[in-house]
């Protein structure tokens, strides 16, 4: 029995650490119909800052994460004014090749910059911390992050719902001639969209290297793990991001341990695949 | 549109750099030498330090070196003056390119031999690339035993396989039940699902079984994983009293990790050539690396003890990297100084007399533990063996044979809450 | 006689390189309604989204209140006084009705102005009051048109464009949407709109434009306009 609440809260934790990355996917797909295809590599530069902020500046991943946010916002921002913008309205291919284009770059510059090694933070506040209740252990770096991304999904769900700036955000996605008939300089709002994308997985970069080693590969599988959240939560659904973020998780640590643990993204993108051809716009899509 | 022209030549400049790699110029008299490993992709770090000592050998054979006590040293090239030109060419760790990449290097680049490949999946397409093209294969550190089981007549392995690895393992164990009351019944595996990972695993059970332990888990996973907590909960769920490890680069720091998170160690493990025996991870896992233990061919503790003519050379290669030889890395400089002795020896380029030297002589190696390598059936040297060490405060110290032993393993390995 | 606050000169316009309009000058006089009238496909919503900055004219200016807005992107419009409603209402449709006016007040950050003016849109129409949290796609194809009117208000446009009121409207509906804009008329916005009923649009008029292939063939008030026999024949079916 203990062994059943483990699996299933190490897929919860797995599970909210895969939401807080889906979601700036989720948001710039949403909004602007983009795949943006260096998310995964996102993660992984938010992942370098937080590494070289520890070990050079000894700032703790529960503070730089502010940095590692704030860093991915701008690299974010960068990415749609001189990338994504002067491909929007041209092919539809051309924003996914031209972030193709990006992903490679940045992996290779940073395999050239700071070589293939794996880099782990040793001594951080959080590492190596757990709760032991009985025969179950939470490790305190991943329930950190997972409460992180509960309050940043809840932040951004907020902003969406319940703020002008989220309707007009929602109203660009909608219909972004008419929210420029509304005042709205649509230019302007995928210019935060890709920042706000880009703040959501370096926060998670940024907390994440409290516990996983940093290397060029690491935003990989991360960013196919996103695409897949995506497109099963729905198209810039943020709840639909935390239920297929969750499932997937479940799903992967439930598999992993009652099947085999080689069998776990085999029942993963079974689930995937089971759900897009029952529901082909998602859990939550539109 | 000048922003747009300067922006893309700025791009190219920049991607051509990136591409640089491998570019030497050409001299005369001069012997290609494909080298191919894994550059990009998760096990570059490893292939780059393979790439790096085979560049030392290089070195050390084109240019005098009277202060080295090792073969081709003192003189100039081989065959009176011959250079070695070292073609490099990336796997990414992936068999379909590495193939691909042997094709070109054979066909376009024309080389005469090529050492690779580090992972066991990627050596053996490339090296049936070599074979059919009657061209040596040299290869270093691959372990999967089946790579010398093909009867191939161009290929030759310097490294001990995954078989002789396995029944070191055995063996050791059967040597802490009997010396240190270890206790050891059961045994899990923990390995990655690729070529090698499944070879070690396969030779590792048959190993277990002959001898008569029970097998209670048996792991496998997917490399590059975000997580691993499905298989160590597995294992944990099993609780072998020793696990046999084959986790490779980061695979191997997060099951460290994530065993130290959910507070479970099993007595003994044992890892095969992989993340442990990689100085910088053990640096990056500090503590936390401790008491593990592994098959070594090389560490510059048992260098300094018992090959103490690499010392010297290790300091061409650590200028390179930045960390000494490892068990694997040492293994391909190795690679290519055979060849360039036997090429010496037989006085000629022909492959089908320098493959007979090969078969036939017993070389001299002052960078192999045990200073020999002589090659049997399949390729395979004979003389390869490795020592187990376990792993304190990031040195690798011998525990077994108990010739060369320096400590007494810490069995069973200090639970994570008492260290 | 007031000046003109908008004018258009010698517009062309293409999509693609391909041309479709081809030198229209037309002026809007404070307080006026004027229509735009012609067949479909002869260039009139093509000028409506030219004035608004959602295209851009190959040649010729558009100037507003005397200060040339020829290049000014869409958005930018509205703070200048410009409101468009588009051709098919193009509401977010899956806001809310309140979601929709506010949004039309964007460009207003004062909130007891924003929420003067929804209390003024919601006395125009009552109806957006009783359905002001309901999604807006649920709603009626007239309670959507009027919603869209609406949200055109929320910017207190000096001027008002119209494109297409009567657009999938029962013709009871059609009359009830146009003596609104008469109403909004009557207190002071200025309105451009564009119809292809042409009747109707000119009984509420107080100058017309007529739109063939690109260019205007004929103008003048809407009086004249009804009253021409090019007009009755081509258009109404007379």
């Known amino acids: ?177 008419a929210a420029e008939l509304m005042g709205i300089n649509t230019d302007r709002i995928y210019l935060l969209v890709f920042g706000l994308g880009g703040a959501c997985v370096g926060i998670a970069g940024g907390l994440l290297t409290s516990y996983l080693a940093v290397h060029p590969e690491v935003g990989a599988l991360f960013g196919l793990i996103a695409f897949l959240i995506v497109a099963m939560g729905g198209f810039g659904s943020i709840p639909g991001a935390l239920a297929a973020a969750i499932i997937i998780g479940l799903v992967e640590a439930l598999a992993g341990f009652y099947i085999a643990p080689v069998f776990k993204y085999v029942a993963v993108f079974a689930i995937y695949l089971v759900l897009i051809m029952a529901r082909p716009k998602g859990l939550f899509g539109w | 549109m000048q922003k747009h022209k300067v922006l893309s030549v700025v791009s190219l400049l920049v991607f051509s750099l990136l591409l640089s790699a491998g570019c030497a110029p050409a001299a005369e008299n001069v012997l290609k030498i494909g080298v191919l490993f894994p550059l990009t992709g998760p096990c570059a770090t490893a292939g780059q330090r393979c790439v790096a000592a085979v560049e030392t050998a290089a070195e050390v054979i084109n240019n005098k070196h009277p202060e080295l006590d090792v073969p081709l040293a003192k003189q100039q090239g081989i065959l009176k003056g011959t250079k070695i030109q070292l073609i490099v060419a990336d796997t990414q760790g992936k068999p379909d390119v590495a193939k691909s990449e042997a094709e070109r ?91 090698f990972g499944k070879h070690a695993a396969d030779e590792g059970k048959a190993a277990a079984k002959a001898a008569g332990f029970e097998i209670v888990a048996d792991v496998a996973f997917n490399p590059g994983a975000t997580n691993l907590n499905s298989e160590v909960q597995t294992l944990k769920a099993k609780n072998p009293d020793a696990v046999f490890g084959a986790c490779l680069g980061g695979d191997y720091t997060l099951w460290v990790r994530t065993m130290k998170q959910m507070n479970w160690l099993p007595n003994v493990v044992l890892n095969y050539c992989t993340g442990y025996q990689d100085p910088k991870i053990a640096q990056q896992l500090a503590a936390d690396g401790n008491f593990f233990m592994g098959g070594t061919g090389y560490s510059p503790e048992i260098g300094a003890k018992y090959m103490k003519k690499v010392a010297a050379v290790e300091k061409i290669y650590t200028k390179k990297v930045g960390v000494p030889f490892d068990s694997d890395s040492i293994q391909e400089a190795v690679a290519l100084f055979i060849l360039a002795q036997a090429i010496e020896k037989a006085g000629s380029l022909d492959v089908e007399k320098v493959a007979e030297v090969l078969r036939t002589t017993t070389f001299d190696s002052p960078l192999s533990l045990g200073g020999k390598v002589a090659f049997g059936p399949g390729g395979q040297n004979m003389k390869a063996t490795s020592i187990i060490t376990q792993l304190h405060n990031g040195k690798y110290m011998p525990v077994y044979p108990a010739s060369y032993a320096e400590i007494k393993a810490t069995v069973p390995m200090t639970p994570w809450d008492k260290r | 006689m007031s000046d003109a606050i908008l004018k258009v000169h010698d517009i062309h316009c293409a999509y693609d390189a391909v041309p479709v309009i081809h030198g229209i000058s037309l002026e809007v006089r404070e307080g006026e309604i004027v229509a735009i009238v012609g067949a479909n496909g002869a260039g009139k919503s093509t000028t409506m989204r030219t004035i608004a900055g959602l295209m851009h004219p190959t040649q010729g200016t558009v100037s507003f209140l005397g200060e040339d807005v020829t290049r000014t992107a869409g958005y930018a419009m509205v703070t200048k006084g410009i409101s468009f409603v588009p051709e098919g209402r193009r509401l977010f449709s899956k806001l809310t009705v309140r979601e929709n006016l506010e949004l039309g007040a964007y460009t207003e950050n004062n909130r007891p102005v924003i929420e003067e003016r929804l209390e003024e849109v919601f006395t125009l129409f009552p109806i957006l009051k009783n359905r002001a949290n309901q999604v807006a796609e649920t709603m009626s194809g007239g309670e959507q048109q009027m919603c869209a009117i609406a949200r055109g208000l929320m910017s207190k446009p000096k001027l008002l464009m119209l494109d297409e009121l009567s657009l999938g409207l029962m013709p009871s509906l059609v009359e009830k949407v146009l003596e609104t804009v008469v109403e909004i008329n009557r207190k002071g916005t200025t309105i451009l709109l564009v119809e292809q009923m042409v009747q109707e649009a000119l009984e509420i008029a107080t100058r017309g434009y007529v739109i063939q292939t690109g260019r205007i063939v004929q103008e003048g008030t809407a009086r004249e306009l009804l009253e021409s026999d090019s007009v009755r024949k081509a258009y109404m079916g007379m």
């Open chain 1, 1 to 177: 029995m203990s062994t059943f609440v483990q699996v299933l809260l190490d897929g919860l934790l797995a599970g909210m650490l895969y939401a807080l990355v889906a979601a700036g996917l989720s948001l710039i797909w949403g909004v602007m119909d983009v795949i943006n295809f260096a998310h995964g590599e996102f993660l992984m530069v938010a992942m370098y800052l937080s590494y070289w902020l520890g070990f050079l500046a000894h700032i703790d991943p529960i503070i730089s994460w502010v940095a590692s946010g704030a860093f991915v916002f701008i690299l974010g921002a960068l990415t749609y004014r001189f990338i994504v913008s002067r491909c929007i309205g041209k092919a539809a291919m051309a924003p996914l090749l031209a972030t193709f284009g990006l992903s490679m770059f940045l992996k290779n510059f940073c395999l050239n910059r700071f070589s293939p090694n794996f880099r782990i933070l040793q001594t951080t506040l959080l590492e190596g911390r757990k709760f032991i209740l009985g025969d179950i252990v939470i490790g305190l770096p991943q329930l950190v992050t997972g409460l992180f991304s509960l309050a940043i999904l809840f932040t951004l769900y907020y902003l969406m719902k319940k703020t002008r700036l989220g309707w007009a955000i929602q109203a660009t996605a909608m219909d972004s001639e």
């Open chain 2, 105 to 195: 290097l054979v066909n376009q680049e024309g080389v005469y031999t090529i050492i690779g490949s580090y992972n066991s999946s990627a050596s053996k397409p490339a090296s049936a690339v070599t074979e059919r093209s009657k061209k040596l294969f040299m290869c270093g550190c691959s372990s999967s035993a089946a790579l010398t089981d093909r009867d191939f007549k161009y290929f030759y392995r310097l490294a001990p396989t995954d078989k002789t690895e396995s029944k070191e393992f055995v063996e050791y164990i059967e040597w802490l039940n009997k010396n240190q009351k270890a206790g050891i019944k059961t045994i899990g595996l923990i390995y990655e699902n690729t070529e």
